[in-house]
């Protein structure tokens, strides 16, 4: 454990095709350090092990049966554990498919700007810490997060949540000293022939019946966006951008019956 932790100015390290158990920490802090292989026969990272190294180039033999990397990410196999980061992109999406990302994976990160979660991952201790960077975070799922207090230690930044989930997510985050809010979209509510009426909300609000318009002969039926998602009253406006939907109609009718006289 912890057997180059600090090295700042370690920029490489030489073979490690025999090395098959790397420590906790090992690397964390050598800021400098531009490349790890690891190799097929590595089967065992410990925790925290590049915490730190954000210049990175992460790289996994295609033999190895408990890792792989995408993007200088270091996951398990199945893409369900964030295990390590090296060098990632200012702007990161965690992957839907993503169910835990281990302690200080993304630690002392210089470059991560905003991270986006699109499922509810468990965030191990400091999995965040320490990212000067890091402006925002957010979480686009319904479903709430488990997540360790430190989880995010020593940074300073807005959450984004979905509005309806604000108070959940704040009790959930509340040993963090950071705005806890929701992005706010413009939908442009289309009804035909109509002047479009403009509705200021936030991504996760609910969709109320005030807004649903009305039309001789016909039943209002939602709205829907121009990739074919419908939005009903009772539902919540999962829209991270400004975006422009049309009414949906269908044709009301009506059963006639025709009594004669015997």
Request: net charge negative; with cysteine.
């Amino acid at each position: 454990d912890q057997a180059f932790t600090g090295c700042t100015s370690l920029t490489s390290v030489g073979s490690v095709c025999n090395v098959k158990i790397l420590g906790e920490r090992a690397f964390a802090g050598c800021s400098s350090l531009t490349s790890f292989p690891v190799p097929a026969g590595m089967t065992e990272i410990g925790e925290g092990a590049f915490a730190g190294c954000f210049r990175l180039d992460l790289t996994v033999d295609p033999d190895n049966p408990v890792y792989l990397a995408e993007d200088n990410v270091l996951y398990d196999r199945q893409k369900e554990t964030v295990v390590a980061t090296g060098r990632i992109a200012e702007h990161f999406t965690v992957p839907r498919s993503v169910s835990e990302i281990l302690p200080y994976a993304f630690s002392g990160n210089q470059t991560l700007l905003t991270v986006r979660f699109e499922g509810a991952p468990k965030l191990g201790e400091g999995a965040f810490s320490d990212c000067p960077g890091l402006t925002g975070a957010y979480f686009i799922s319904f479903d709430l997060p488990e997540a360790e207090p430190d989880a995010f230690a020593g940074d300073v930044f807005t959450l984004f949540v979905p509005y309806e989930r604000q108070r959940e997510y704040s009790g959930i985050f509340t040993d963090c000293t950071y705005e806890i809010s929701s992005v706010s979209v413009t939908v442009t509510l289309s009804v035909g022939g109509d002047e479009p009426l403009l509705l200021l909300t936030y991504f996760g609000a609910g969709i109320s019946e005030e807004i649903e318009p009305e039309r001789e002969g016909y039943a209002f039926d939602g709205w829907q966006d121009g990739e074919g998602n419908r939005y009903r009253s009772g539902e919540y406006w999962i829209l991270e951008e400004d975006t422009t939907v049309e009414a949906v109609w269908s044709a009301r009718r009506f059963l006639c019956l025709l009594y004669t006289s015997p």
